[in-house]
Nanobody, 127 residues
């Protein structure tokens, strides 16, 4: 069973930055995976924020975060990161990382495509 553990959430003022991390359990060693970040606030649908295809490093972003967020991985592809800059109050949400075992669906960051999920880390941006 693959386990994903997020960290790095917290509270920040608008315009600030945070870096989220998602550690993948050592039981998984695939380099064909797609790693993604989603976010959700109470009463709203889950939103796909960013994804990266481990094999090629190809990325996709939601329009709402393009130019502000960057997704990347370490060399061993066992940890993914979401660098968030120029944060806005509307970025406030619980952020989840997710893993799809065999590649990304290019251009589509959709929750039902992913096989494993982390527990989430809260990000709060104050104005």
């Amino acid at each position: 069973q693959v386990q994903l553990v997020e960290s790095g959430g917290g509270s920040v003022q608008a315009g600030g930055s945070l870096r989220l991390s998602c550690a993948v359990s050592s039981s998984y060693s695939g380099n064909m995976a797609c790693m993604a970040w989603f976010r959700q606030t109470p009463g709203k649908e889950r939103e796909g924020v960013a994804q990266i295809y481990s094999g090629l490093g190809a990325t996709d972003y939601a329009d709402s975060v393009k130019g502000r967020f960057t997704i990347f991985q370490n060399n061993a592809n066992v940890t993914s990161y979401l660098e968030m800059t120029s944060l806005k109050p509307e970025d406030t949400a619980m952020y989840y990382c997710a893993l799809r075992r065999y590649g990304c669906v290019s251009g589509s960051i959709v929750g039902r495509f992913f096989d494993f999920w982390g527990q989430g880390t809260q990000v709060t941006v104050s104005s």
